[in-house]
């Protein structure tokens, strides 16, 4: 497993987490209780910070990075990610904030200074630009993205079940390692 510091900060969460062993943390990255990193994630918390929530997932091939702080701009974009987010295959995320029960779908890629509201889905291969701010309840797709319509009760409830459903295979793979 390639866990890295960087100007002497380490990657840091506790034993409840899944990272797989062949992706590669950074520096500046916290990861909260039962979340899961899969294959191939590269995520670099070098020139700002990456925050990452509880029971969130992180999914094959995803890339995690984040801006600078600038004259313009002290803050920088730190990238942070909420709890029970489910973020599909090879998406990319950087120096965005995103709330709590979303999904990303596979491909997307998301800019910096987007907000995402809680309780939305993201479709795959979206594309959202910097300093878009997606509204609570609303799935978007598109390149670049649009609100293309609510989300349904069942899609609602489902963004939880997503969170839930990786938290047990990664509890899974964790038993499959301790073997
Ligand atoms: C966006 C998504 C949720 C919509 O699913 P859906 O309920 O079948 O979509 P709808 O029936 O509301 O589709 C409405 C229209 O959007 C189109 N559409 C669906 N997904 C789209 C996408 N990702 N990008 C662009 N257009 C899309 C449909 O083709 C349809 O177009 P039409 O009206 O011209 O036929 C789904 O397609 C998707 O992208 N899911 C992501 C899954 C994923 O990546 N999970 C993470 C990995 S496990």
Redesign the pocket.
């Known amino acids: 497993m390639a866990i890295r510091s960087y100007k002497g900060i380490t990657p840091a969460f506790n034993e409840s987490v899944y990272v797989d062993e062949s992706s590669v943390l950074v520096g500046d990255i916290t990861i909260g209780d039962d979340s899961s990193v899969w294959p191939l994630v590269a995520a670099r918390g070098d020139v700002n910070h990456i925050r990452i929530g509880q029971r969130t997932n992180i999914?094959d091939g995803s890339v995690l990075h984040l801006s600078r702080a600038t004259k313009n701009n002290p803050d920088g974009y730190p990238l942070i990610i909420g709890d029970d987010v489910?973020v599909?295959?090879k998406v990319m995320l950087h120096g965005c904030v995103l709330g709590n029960r979303i999904?990303v779908?596979?491909g997307a890629i998301i800019m910096d200074n987007v907000i995402v509201e809680d309780e939305v889905?993201i479709?795959?291969?979206?594309l959202v630009p910097p300093n878009k701010r997606l509204e609570s309840g609303f799935?978007y797709?598109?390149s670049p993205a649009k609100q293309?319509?609510p989300l349904t009760e069942q899609e609602l409830s489902f963004l939880k079940v997503s969170a839930d459903n990786y938290v047990q295979l990664k509890d899974e793979y964790l038993a499959e390692d301790a073997s």
């Open positions: 999914q489910t599909g295959h999904l779908g596979m889905i479709g795959g291969g979206a799935l797709v598109g293309a319509r």
